[in-house]
């Protein structure tokens, strides 16, 4: 199920990189990109997470925190944060709940191959918690800048 335009975004409670519990409604009044991604230390996985980190200030500046979301547990996170230098905060949803809640789950064809996981894909939420955009099967490269570009 996609989640449309100006729908609540499913709350959701998970761990990041430190094992610390991260709430959605924590950043009411601030507005969310939260992204999902197939897996810590993969080549468009590292891009995007990358750009993100690069374009951090710029998101701040707008009033927005970054999110990102794999079924990546936090150590792989934590190895994937310092080997990479990134500065962006990195959650754990290893039951992939959240990614089903938002429609970030499901089938994908990789070199002819298809497989069940996450879809790339990411979702703008406004400071009341409402979704602002959502952008599905969306392509590493350049995509942060792009998200920065709706804010």
Excluded: W
């Amino acid at each position: 199920m996609r989640l449309d335009k100006g729908g609540v975004a499913p709350q959701f409670t998970l761990k990041n990189a430190k094992g610390q519990t991260i709430h959605l409604q924590d950043f009411l009044g601030k507005v969310v990109v939260l992204y999902f991604y197939p897996k810590d230390n993969t080549p468009g996985c590292t891009i995007e997470a990358q750009d993100f980190t690069a374009l951090k200030p710029e998101f701040e500046a707008k009033g927005a925190v970054i999110l990102g979301v794999s079924a990546d547990d936090s150590k792989s996170h934590c190895h994937f944060i310092e080997s990479e230098k990134l500065n962006i905060e990195l959650l754990s949803d290893p039951n992939l709940e959240v990614a089903k809640a938002y429609g970030a789950y499901g089938e994908k064809n990789l070199y002819g191959k298809v497989s069940l996981g996450i879809l790339r894909s990411t979702f703008v939420i406004d400071k009341e918690g409402k979704i602002a955009h959502a952008l599905y099967n969306v392509h590493a490269k350049g995509h942060a800048q792009k998200v920065l570009g709706l804010i």
